[in-house]
């Protein structure tokens, strides 16, 4: 019966235990219910609708009887209708298709071609045109089929007429010299044309080229991609045949052609740049190739208008791009050029108001007593910009730990700013092994994102371990056996079970042969570990076979059934195999060394939890073979033990020392601890003289053996990314040898490796692998011509030097760097070059400090690879030169500035001299004549020195510092050289030290 359908159900039971008994089974209820579903939450369908229709030239249908086609749906509710129609249109028209909806809705239509046409589907939305053709020698179009969709069930009206817009040729010549017109869509002549193969004329030879749209008709979007959306295809000279394929819409398009006629044809061009970036988004582009150097970028919109173009941006290097004002949303076209203009790579760029949405689940499993948590996202495309959004309708279902199904609304609106993670506490209490789903839609302004949420329940299954057997002593006081009760967190259909994190109460049930239930014993689990429950052994009787089921207090959470069984038997209490038996009697120790030889004394640390313990038994054994055994009486819980290793001849040996511990009620437990002997090393002694090798030069093999054994056979093997290129093998009448080997000329891209085979007189082989670390065949030589001034130009010379020089090591770009004492970038230049010299100049900002940086000078080759030189540097705060009477005299070669000045000097001195002493009476002369004796060398001194002229007089050793140096004294009484952010000696182990009285100060380098 159609109207009430029957169905099957089956039944299962998950997760039974092995037990077969009917009284180690739980009992399993289960009830069946069932509501009828309102019609608003029926799954929907579309559904097809039955006719003899067909639509022709010149007819009009029109159809409401969408209701008649339901009388087989009951458990479905339609979402939309379809109708498909046959068309009769002789093959030499062309028509106009109008559909429309009284409801005004769009009608979405699908036009599909004959069996024998080549031309596919079309799409539209309430209306198409159609051209057909049949001409012989042109692609035969002829459309035999209509499809309606998306109908509400509201009044169809459909029409055909014939169209009266339609192209007149859509054929064109398809050789392509440097620019081409075409056509694509419906047409006269072709009635449709879905794709233009255009044939490029290179007869001009060019390496390369690139094809690119400049512009197409407002109806017509076209691509040089079947798939996706290309302005451009790059050609390697060899494709001639280019593809240009209808996107939608008809109209005419021009084509233009950019050729290279040099270099190889950059085929691995790859662009470097976000996807989707919001407008007003800064970003950064640049691009990878081995064969193009430099490119600029181009940003095309899908009108082909220029938005965006960079100046040449070098390969690798990364070019920022600021927001640009009329950056709209939609798809924009990213391209490169090369020097020729030719477009060497393309993708897509989109622009979107639109946020980042997202929902998701902060953890997979959901505890129990837990509430869930959802982690909600909201930002800008590439910005990451917070966005404000709101969660106003979410839907939660599930089932309540009485087993009871619920779906509500939660209750509450969530708000919020950028990213979060929110707690959702208006969750009633769930039943284990359940699921729960979280349904409802996130939106920020005017996007909204629907999204579902499932989380499944832990349900809890134990696992129960006993003793397979016990044997009951009556003279034993503790005849207590020993199970052990794992709880873990499980959910279905995942394997891993971590430990549960609750605290549950229940039973421990012993059953005896017959089923019945002879003890219980209560017990709370532990967090994150098994539980033990002790089991006294007397109250069951000394002998039977029994089993164990468990039981909870909670009913609401689902259990895993389990079960386990032994058998308690016997009086032998001296036959108990320690194996087999659980207990909760533990021994730790730790060895103090881990490395220890004969004769040696170590200590053993212990410790042992569960039970006092009475003995300890120590045992040694060296190569399986026990050498020491010794037993102390304890009385603690914890100590440490002192053994001697017993002498031997071999101090290679390793020891195992084995420690039995026997509680109070006579339970052991085994711990041991390995310690190793002298290692057997190698004293052979293997080394490359020089450690870096000249190219295309000998380096020494120095081999040595310390233990004399006069003889020594060796074979070495070097080799590059494991290609072998030089081998060789011999043999020495002593104990040393000094091998040559060439290093072949070669530009290394990797270093090389050499392998060496040593075997001595007692048949011994010994293997050893040196990396090579060679000198490189090309330097770059600097020099810094001028000193560095702040906000000064310094100029600075570069030579390249080496062997087997080429273009290839040219030096591209160059990168000055430099950092303060404490690793700061303070600036950073550089320099595009070609060649392999020149001269450049250092421009030092204003806002950089005086004193010492490092200064490191980066220089790119042709090839890709660089150079580094690396040197300290000092920056003044004014140029170099003498201040004579406010002038500052820059200084001149062989020390002629310094004559000059002197000269001055002294002349300064003898006419003030001379002038004085012509005012002087006698009395005064023969006072002045006494201070000169005594002051005539201090005035000199000082004058010179004030001048910044060092004196040519000889001075007491008194008189030898400057005033400067006692000031650098005294400032360093200030520093706290215990701190490494004042005082430091840098490179470590060179003598010079650096020092500063703060932080936020430069570093100076202490005089030696």
């Keep these: 019966d159609a109207k009430n359908p029957t169905y099957t159900l089956e039944v299962k039971r998950l997760y039974q235990s092995s037990a077969t008994q009917p009284h180690m089974k739980d009992r399993c209820d289960y009830k069946l219910q069932y509501d009828d579903i309102p019609v608003s939450e029926l799954p929907s369908t579309t559904v097809t609708v039955e006719h003899d229709y067909r639509i022709g030239l010149g007819e009009t249908i029109q159809y409401d009887s969408f209701a008649t086609n339901l009388e087989d749906v009951y458990t479905q509710t339609v979402s939309s209708y379809r109708m498909v129609f046959p068309i009769d249109l002789s093959p030499i028209k062309h028509g106009k298709i109008v559909a429309t909806q009284s409801s005004g809705e769009p009608v979405e239509m699908a036009v599909s071609a004959s069996y024998y046409s080549s031309v596919g589907t079309l799409y539209g939305s309430s209306e198409q045109i159609i051209g057909q053709n049949i001409n012989v020698g042109l692609d035969y179009v002829q459309w035999k089929t209509l499809t309606l969709s998306n109908l509400d069930g509201s009044e169809l009206t459909l029409s055909m007429t014939e169209a009266d817009s339609i192209q007149t040729s859509t054929r064109e010549s398809n050789e392509l010299f440097s620019r081409g017109i075409g056509s694509l869509g419906m047409s006269e002549d072709e009635g449709f044309d879905a794709m233009d193969s255009w044939e490029l004329n290179n007869s001009d030879f060019a390496s390369y080229y690139s094809i690119e749209l400049r512009e197409t008709s407002d109806d017509l979007a076209a691509s040089f991609s079947y798939y996706g959306n290309k302005m451009s295809v790059l050609s390697c000279g060899n494709q001639l045949n280019n593809d240009l394929f209808r996107k939608e819409g008809s109209g005419n398009y021009e084509i233009e052609v950019r050729k290279s006629f040099s270099g190889a044809c950059p085929n691995d061009f790859q662009i470097a740049a976000p996807s989707t970036i919001s407008p007003d988004s800064n970003f950064r582009i640049k691009f990878e190739s081995n064969h193009v150097d430099e490119a600029y970028f181009e940003l095309i919109d899908e009108n082909f208008s220029t938005l965006l173009s960079t100046i040449f941006v070098v390969e690798d290097v990364w070019h920022p791009v600021s927001s640009i004002p009329e950056l709209n949303t939609g798809s924009y076209f990213l391209i490169a050029r090369n020097s020729d203009a030719v477009i060497v790579g393309e993708r897509q760029i989109y622009v979107t108001n639109e946020p980042m949405l997202g929902v998701t689940k902060s953890e997979s499993r959901l505890e129990l007593n837990t509430n869930p948590k959802i982690h909600v996202t909201a930002s800008n495309h590439h910005t990451n910009e917070p966005r404000n959004w709101e969660i106003d309708d979410m839907i939660i279902s599930g089932f309540d730990n009485e087993n009871q199904p619920f779906e509500r609304s939660y209750g509450e609106t969530l708000e919020g700013i950028g990213t979060t993670v929110i707690t959702l506490d208006k969750i009633p209490d769930l039943l284990s092994g359940s699921q729960?789903?979280?349904?409802?839609?996130?939106?920020?302004?005017?996007?909204?994102?629907?999204?579902?949420?499932?989380?499944?329940?832990?349900?809890?299954?134990?696992?129960?371990?006993?003793?397979?057997?016990?044997?009951?002593?009556?003279?034993?006081?503790?005849?207590?056996?020993?199970?052990?009760?794992?709880?873990?967190?499980?959910?279905?259909?995942?394997?891993?079970?971590?430990?549960?994190?609750?605290?549950?109460?229940?039973?421990?049930?012993?059953?005896?042969?017959?089923?019945?239930?002879?003890?219980?014993?209560?017990?709370?689990?532990?967090?994150?570990?098994?539980t033990p429950?002790?089991?006294?052994?007397?109250?069951?009787?000394?002998?039977?076979?029994?089993?164990?089921?468990?039981?909870?207090?909670?009913?609401?959470?689902?259990?895993?059934?389990?079960?386990?069984?032994?058998?308690v038997s016997g009086l032998l209490g001296d036959e108990v195999d320690d194996e087999?038996?659980?207990?909760?009697?533990?021994?730790?120790?730790?060895?103090?060394?881990?490395?220890?030889?004969?004769?040696?004394?170590?200590?053993?640390?212990?410790?042992?939890?569960?039970?006092?313990?009475?003995?300890?038994?120590?045992?040694?054994?060296?190569?399986?073979?026990?050498?020491?055994?010794?037993?102390?009486?304890?009385?603690?819980?914890?100590?440490?033990?002192?053994?001697?290793?017993?002498?031997?001849?071999?101090?290679?040996?390793?020891?195992?020392?084995?420690?039995?511990?026997?509680?109070?009620?006579?339970?052991?437990?085994?711990?041991?601890?390995?310690?190793?002997?002298?290692?057997?090393?190698?004293?052979?002694?293997?080394?490359?003289?020089?450690?870096?090798?000249?190219?295309?030069?000998?380096?020494?093999?120095?081999?040595?053996?310390?233990?004399?054994?006069?003889?020594?056979?060796?074979?070495?093997?070097?080799?590059?990314?494991?290609?072998?290129?030089?081998?060789?093998?011999?043999?020495?009448?002593?104990?040393?040898?000094?091998?040559?080997?060439?290093?072949?000329?070669?530009?290394?891209?990797?270093?090389?490796?050499?392998?060496?085979?040593?075997?001595?007189?007692?048949?011994?082989?010994?293997?050893?692998?040196?990396?090579?670390?060679?000198?490189?065949?090309?330097?770059v030589e600097f020099v810094l011509k001028d000193d560095l001034v702040r906000d000064g130009v310094s100029e600075f010379e570069w030579n390249l030097q080496g062997i087997y020089l080429n273009k290839m090591d040219n030096v591209d770009l160059i990168e000055v760097r430099m950092y303060s004492m404490s690793f700061d970038l303070a600036h950073k230049q550089q320099y595009v070059s070609q060649g392999d010299k020149g001269q450049e100049e250092i421009s030092l900002p204003s806002t950089i400090l005086p004193g010492t940086y490092n200064l490191i000078v980066e220089f790119t080759f042709a090839d890709g690879t660089s150079y580094e030189h690396i040197q300290t540097a000092q920056v003044l705060e004014s140029p170099n030169g003498i201040n004579f009477l406010g002038l500052t005299i820059p200084p001149l070669a062989m020390g002629l500035d310094t004559i000059l000045v002197i000269g001055l000097v002294i002349h300064a001195i003898v006419l003030h001299r001379w002038m004085r002493g012509k005012e002087l009476s006698k009395e005064e002369i023969d006072d002045e004549k006494f201070n000169?004796?005594?002051?005539?060398?201090?005035?000199?001194?000082?004058?010179?020195?004030?001048?910044?002229?060092q004196p040519m007089v000889s001075t007491s050793d008194s008189n030898q510092h400057s005033d400067s140096d006692h000031e650098t004294s005294d400032d360093l009484t200030s520093i706290d050289k215990s701190n490494p952010d004042l005082y430091q000696e840098y490179p470590v182990d060179s003598g010079h030290f650096w020092y500063r009285h703060s932080i936020s100060e430069e570093w100076t380098m202490l005089s030696e």
């Excluded at 007397?538 to 909670?554: K, P």
């Excluded at 000169?932 to 002229?949: K, L």
């Design 436 to 530: 729960l789903i979280i349904a409802g839609s996130l939106s920020s302004d005017d996007t909204v994102q629907q999204f579902s949420l499932v989380w499944q329940v832990e349900f809890i299954q134990p696992t129960t371990t006993c003793e397979s057997e016990f044997i009951y002593d009556s003279m034993n006081s503790h005849n207590q056996m020993l199970c052990m009760i794992a709880l873990q967190s499980k959910i279905h259909g995942a394997g891993n079970m971590p430990m549960a994190e609750q605290a549950i109460d229940g039973e421990l049930n012993i059953h005896n042969q017959t089923g019945k239930i002879v003890m219980s014993v209560p017990f709370t689990s532990d967090l994150f570990s098994p």
């Design 580 to 779: 087999e038996q659980i207990s909760d009697f533990d021994l730790t120790i730790l060895s103090i060394r881990n490395t220890a030889t004969q004769g040696d004394t170590v200590s053993i640390l212990w410790e042992v939890s569960g039970q006092d313990v009475k003995y300890l038994v120590a045992d040694i054994y060296v190569e399986n073979e026990i050498v020491y055994s010794t037993t102390e009486s304890v009385e603690k819980r914890e100590g440490s033990l002192a053994l001697k290793l017993p002498s031997s001849i071999n101090p290679y040996n390793d020891h195992q020392i084995t420690i039995r511990a026997v509680s109070e009620y006579g339970e052991i437990d085994t711990e041991l601890a390995i310690l190793q002997g002298l290692p057997e090393q190698s004293q052979l002694l293997v080394e490359i003289q020089p450690t870096k090798p000249t190219i295309g030069e000998d380096f020494s093999l120095n081999i040595v053996n310390p233990n004399g054994d006069n003889w020594i056979s060796w074979e070495w093997q070097l080799s590059v990314s494991g290609s072998v290129i030089s081998t060789d093998e011999g043999f020495a009448e002593s104990d040393e040898v000094s091998i040559s080997i060439t290093l072949p000329v070669s530009q290394y891209t990797s270093n090389p490796v050499l392998e060496v085979w040593i075997e001595t007189i007692d048949g011994t082989i010994e293997n050893r692998v040196l990396g090579i670390d060679p000198l490189p065949m090309r330097s």
């Design 932 to 949: 000169q004796e005594n002051d005539e060398d201090y005035d000199f001194i000082d004058f010179i020195d004030g001048a910044g002229v």
């Design 533 to 567: 429950v002790r089991i006294n052994v007397q109250d069951l009787g000394r002998y039977g076979n029994y089993s164990t089921t468990l039981s909870f207090a909670d009913e609401s959470t689902f259990f895993v059934e389990n079960s386990a069984s032994f058998v």
